[in-house]
T-cell receptor
Framework: DGGITQSPKYLFRKEGQNVTLSCEQNLNHDAMYWYRQDPGQGLRLIYYSQIVNDFQKGDIAEGYSVSREKKESFPLTVTSAQKNPTAFYLC??????????FGSGTRLTVV | KNEVEQSPQNLTAQEGEFITINCSYSVGISALHWLQQHPGGGIVSLFMLSSGKKKHGRLIATINIQEKHSSLHITASHPRDSAVYICATDTGNQFYFGTGTSLTVIP
């Protein structure tokens, strides 16, 4: 079945370390997105990519980096510059048809 | 920027009750999505609306473009409907999300 796979589901990181969250889709979708979700807040856009080798900053891009070398993959790196990285991270994609597909999320905790 | 407001923030219902969740937004949109987030965090897209009304099983979603308002209704609610329901607007350039409505249905 087509869908989005995010891994890992839970991730722990020491302060000062970079960490990369994986997002893979087999839906042949052109656009992919990374969102951050904090308790009591709506999803906030970190980065998005509408085509391979191109990506744009969202509302809260500081402290994050992405790459889009392949259509299927849109990894997100949380760098040590991100001051408050503990959150739930969701990857999503959209294609030609209607609908908006989400991954199951990665919960990142800084210890 | 599109401000998206949902109400209520929290909702507790008895099994079988009719439930309504509301969503208002501030700017013109190309589509509105209703999403369901389960306790584990995974999100499922329930509806995408650009006008009128859609129905899927016990779920009904309506949108009034002129009033910039949408509602999600659940008929004959069941404990398995317990989840967070999120309204998301698509302006054509970006998605904006409400903070969600946490629904608990008690047997």
């Amino acid at each position: 079945d087509g869908g989005i796979t995010q891994s890992p589901k839970y991730l722990f990181r020491k302060e000062g370390q970079n960490v990369t969250l994986s997002c893979e889709q087999n839906l042949n979708h052109d656009a992919m997105y990374w969102y951050r979700q904090d308790p009591g807040q709506g999803l906030r856009l970190i980065y998005y990519s509408q085509i391979v080798n191109d990506f744009q900053k969202g509302d809260i891009a500081e402290g994050y980096s992405v790459s889009r070398e392949k259509k299927e993959s849109f990894p997100l790196t949380v760098t040590s510059a991100q001051k408050n990285p503990t959150a739930f991270y969701l990857c999503a994609s959209t294609g030609q048809g209607p609908g908006y597909t989400f991954g199951s999320g990665t919960r990142l905790t800084v210890v | 920027k599109n401000e998206v407001e949902q109400s209520p923030q929290n909702l507790t219902a008895q099994e079988g009750e009719f439930i309504t969740i509301n969503c208002s937004y501030s700017v013109g949109i190309s589509a509105l999505h209703w999403l369901q987030q389960h306790p584990g965090g995974g999100i499922v897209s329930l509806f995408m609306l650009s006008s009128g009304k859609k129905k899927h099983g016990r779920l009904i979603a309506t949108i009034n473009i002129q009033e910039k308002h949408s509602s999600l209704h659940i008929t004959a609610s069941h404990p398995r409907d317990s989840a967070v329901y999120i309204c998301a607007t698509d302006t054509g350039n970006q998605f904006y999300f409400g903070t969600g409505t946490s629904l608990t249905v008690i047997p």
